[in-house]
């Protein structure tokens, strides 16, 4: 009975084959869905992750936004615009 559901992944790794099934899984019962990928200040080679769960879902035939997040940046985005677009918040308030 959501509205809609955010799953919470981090940019340490891809995502797993038993998330994918979960996402198959929500979106039967969900249509508005999307996947957080958190810290990505932490993860050097996070656009390499976000990069390889977009393949997954599109191999998977699901079609979902993924939003990169960094809380670091979003905390020092005070007075800073930049950070707050870069921070990857924006688009997840969107």
């Known amino acids: ?14 995502l797993t084959a038993p998330e994918m ?8 019962r969900c249509p508005r869905v ?4 958190t810290k990505t200040d932490l993860h050097q080679h996070w656009r390499r992750i ?5 393949g997954h879902l599109a191999g ?6 993924v939003i990169p997040v960094s809380s670091l940046l979003r905390l020092r985005a005070a007075g ?3 950070l707050k677009e870069e921070s ?3 688009r997840l308030v969107e």
Do not use: N, W, Y
């Open 1 to 14: 009975m959501a509205d809609a559901v955010l799953f919470v992944t981090d940019a340490s790794q891809e």
């Open 21 to 28: 099934e979960f996402l198959r899984v929500v979106l039967d």
């Open 34 to 37: 999307a996947v957080v990928v």
């Open 50 to 54: 976000v990069d390889l769960d977009l």
């Open 60 to 65: 998977a035939g699901i079609e979902l936004p």
């Open 80 to 82: 800073r615009p930049e």
């Open 88 to 90: 990857g918040f924006a």
